[in-house]
């Protein structure tokens, strides 16, 4: 059974930082790109980052490039999204979402994923 945990997320001032993780179980991690989505209330899920699979390659959203850094660590099967400078408008729900991707555009759907975390809460004060 695959599991994606996240964890990480708390309340922060705006300009805090935060590291959030995900933890993969039950699938080769290191076969799978990774992305991080966002949700905020009453909105839609929204693409943040995403990581390939041996981790050499990220990809941003246009809102939080050059605040948030997308990694992993392949031998714990964990992917991180840290985040910086952060503001009240990057208040949302977090997710981490595992797939194969075989394309050349990186995916930015959250449909377009296979596996999904239950996310962790990141609330930013201003």
């Known amino acids: 059974q695959v599991q994606l945990v996240e964890s990480g997320g708390g309340l922060v001032q705006a300009g805090g930082s935060l590291r959030l993780s995900c933890a993969a179980s039950?699938?080769?991690?290191?076969?799978?790109?990774m992305g991080w989505f966002r949700q905020a209330p009453g909105k839609e899920y929204d693409f943040v980052a995403g990581?390939?699979?041996?981790?050499?390659?990220?990809y941003y959203a246009d809102s939080p490039k050059g605040r948030f850094t997308a990694s992993r660590d392949n031998t714990k099967n964990t992917v991180y999204l840290q985040m910086s400078s952060l503001k009240p408008e990057d208040t949302a729900v977090f997710y981490c979402?595992?797939?194969?991707?075989?394309?050349?555009?990186?995916?930015?759907?959250?449909?377009?994923?296979?596996?999904w975390g239950q996310g962790t809460q990141v609330t930013v004060s201003s």
């Open positions: 979402a595992a797939l194969m991707w075989s394309g050349s555009k990186f995916p930015t759907s959250w449909n377009d994923y296979h596996y």
């Open positions: 039950g699938l080769a991690f290191s076969n799978y790109a």
């Open positions: 990581i390939n699979e041996s981790g050499g390659n990220t």
